[in-house]
């Protein structure tokens, strides 16, 4: 039987306007939402139309005073928060809260049966928000806050995320690295050669969470063949090792060879090929269970593909 796949998008995520010429551009949705129209894939999903998520949620990972200075600044019109690459508009607040509930949504679907797995079609991006702080086009951490959902709101107890996205999650490591309930694994350029330059191999957490970050950072070039190889000899046998109760996946289609910001040369195949492996790891160990959420990836065309 065919799996039933949910899809989160709201044309409210364009209202967020990080100003002219700024790759993480309200585009990127078009043009993933205009192809899934253009190819009758949408009749195939079932949309899940997101709800701004409750500031209690927001909470459980960022400092209040932090949410309440973002606000702010949306408030009074200011152009960026916190750093120069983080460019705001007056809906933004709004809408980075709408990103958050995308994924509360997809959770609920998903446990309570409505969908198999989902995808979340979501901006702005979240996994360089940390604590208190914006970074990298991120203000609070979308993926994160699902994962801590799912195990406050719905009781899970091991929640595994996979972020394949070019720059390293560091907001991702940042809130989970003393907790041995979260596996952040993650697939990056080389942090010498890429933003935000963390996430060395021998970042593997703090405390009682050693062991339970493992970073994957490749040299400039990479393509499918490295990236396969870790998936098959390290990234799969710790998450059969973890046994995580649902799987989250960090996508950042940035990787690809075509992408302006890095230089990782993945193709269309190689993602495909990592989606299958990890759905295939969800199918035998997670119920199937498992959400993705779009970060980075900034070549229209790909993002579409």
């Not at 409210?12 to 894939?41: M, S």
């Not at 109760?245 to 890095?262: C, R, T």
């Not at 990890?278 to 119920?287: D, I, M, P, S, T």
Request: glycine content about 10%; aromatic content about 10%; charged content about 20%.
């Amino acid at each position: 039987m065919a799996s039933k796949t949910g899809y989160v998008y709201d044309p409210r995520y364009q209202q967020h306007d990080p100003g002219t010429f700024h790759p993480e551009r309200p585009e990127r949705l078009r043009a993933i939402h205009q192809r899934l129209l253009d190819t009758g894939l949408l009749q195939h999903l079932i949309l899940l139309p997101p709800e701004p998520a409750p500031l209690n949620w927001i909470t459980t990972l960022h400092d209040p005073e932090y949410v309440k200075r973002f606000e702010a600044a949306c408030a009074k019109g200011f152009a960026i928060f916190q750093s120069a690459d983080n460019g705001i508009c007056a809906a933004s607040y709004e809408i980075a809260r709408l990103a958050v509930g995308g994924v509360l949504k997809a959770c609920d679907a998903v446990l309570a049966g409505e969908v198999d797995n989902a995808f979340c079609a979501i901006r702005p991006p979240g996994h360089h928000a940390e604590r208190a702080r914006a970074m990298g086009f991120c203000f609070f951490n979308n993926i994160a806050l699902g994962a801590r959902y799912l195990q406050q709101h719905h009781g899970l107890g091991r929640i595994a995320i996979v972020d394949w996205d070019v720059h390293h999650g560091n907001g991702t490591q940042h809130l989970f690295e003393e907790d041995p309930t979260v596996l952040y694994i993650s697939t990056h350029e080389d942090p010498d050669f890429c933003y935000p330059g963390t996430g060395r191999r021998h970042e593997r957490g703090r405390g009682a969470g050693t062991g339970y970050t493992l970073n994957f950072p490749f040299p400039p070039d990479s393509g499918d063949v490295d990236y396969l190889a870790v998936m098959d000899q390290e990234i799969l046998p710790a998450l059969k090792k973890f046994q995580p109760d649902f799987l989250l996946i960090s996508a950042g289609f940035d990787a690809h060879a075509d992408d302006p910001l890095a230089h990782i040369r993945l193709s269309r195949n190689g993602y495909r090929q990592l989606g299958q492996a990890l759905v295939g790891f969800a199918r035998e160990f997670c119920q199937g269970r498992v959400i993705t959420v779009l970060e980075g990836g900034y070549n229209l065309e790909v993002l579409a593909d």
